[in-house]
């Protein structure tokens, strides 16, 4: 059964950085873009950033932009994204998610979340 | 970007009950949409892609329509595990967006 898995999560001063990684299992890995989508406490979800299945192609929303990248080591089954320049508001549970089975941009399987709050 | 409007917020119901939740995107998507349910504390999960494909394993309880720019979650009997937040998401163009989300409680 295919599964993801977030780890990296925590409580960090803003302008700092951290780093999530996404391991899969279960499923091809390397075939499979992997998104990760945020929720900051008790709002909606927010899509934030994607890695093709071969690393060749990454989008961000404009929040993000310049402090976030999203890489990949599919001989690891890993995702990683680096958050750099850390604000308040990018306090959030970080899901890592994957691109459907045909290649369209809706999420079949998500992790179950790792919690990163930004606080001084 | 594409702005996904959701409604209503929040609803109340009875179990049993058909229920309707309306998402309206700010331009056309075709039927690229999909919708998700977020039990309390969980991830979110699939339930209708392509505006009206059920998920493999989802309820039969559960059905979308639409296509353009308006469209909708039907539950067509609810259940007291229908307890849950449902969004909206178009995956027409980046960057991807969802639905504020529609809190579903049962009376």
């Known amino acids: 059964q295919a599964h993801l898995v977030e780890s990296g999560g925590g409580v960090v001063q803003p302008g700092t950085s951290l780093r999530l990684s996404c391991a899969g299992s279960?499923?091809?890995?390397?075939?499979?873009?992997i998104h990760w989508v945020r929720q900051a406490p008790g709002k909606g979800l927010e899509w934030v950033a994607v890695?093709?299945?071969?690393?060749?192609?990454?989008y961000y929303v404009d929040s993000v932009k310049g402090r976030f990248t999203v890489s990949r080591d599919n001989s690891k089954d890993t995702v990683y994204m680096q958050m750099n320049s850390l604000r308040p508001d990018d306090t959030a549970v970080y899901y890592c998610?994957?691109?459907?089975?045909?290649?369209?941009?809706?999420?079949?399987?998500w992790g179950q979340g790792s919690l990163v709050i930004v606080s001084s | 970007d594409i702005q996904m409007t959701q409604s209503p917020s929040t609803l109340s119901a009875s179990a049993g009950d058909r229920v309707t939740i309306t998402c309206r995107a700010s331009?056309?998507?075709?039927?690229?949409l999909a919708w998700y349910q977020q039990k309390p504390g969980k991830a979110p999960s699939l339930l209708i892609y392509k505006a009206s494909t059920l998920e493999s394993g989802v309820p039969e309880r559960f059905g979308g329509s639409g296509s353009g720019t308006e469209f909708t979650l039907t539950i067509s009997s609810l259940q007291p595990d229908d307890l849950a937040t449902y969004y909206c998401q178009q995956y027409d163009t980046y960057p991807l967006t969802f639905g504020g989300g529609t809190k579903v409680e049962i009376k």
């Open positions: 331009q056309s998507i075709s039927v690229r």
């Open positions: 998610a994957r691109i459907a089975v045909g290649g369209r941009n809706y999420f079949d399987i």
């Open positions: 890695i093709s299945y071969d690393a060749s192609n990454e």
């Open positions: 279960g499923f091809s890995f390397s075939d499979f873009a």
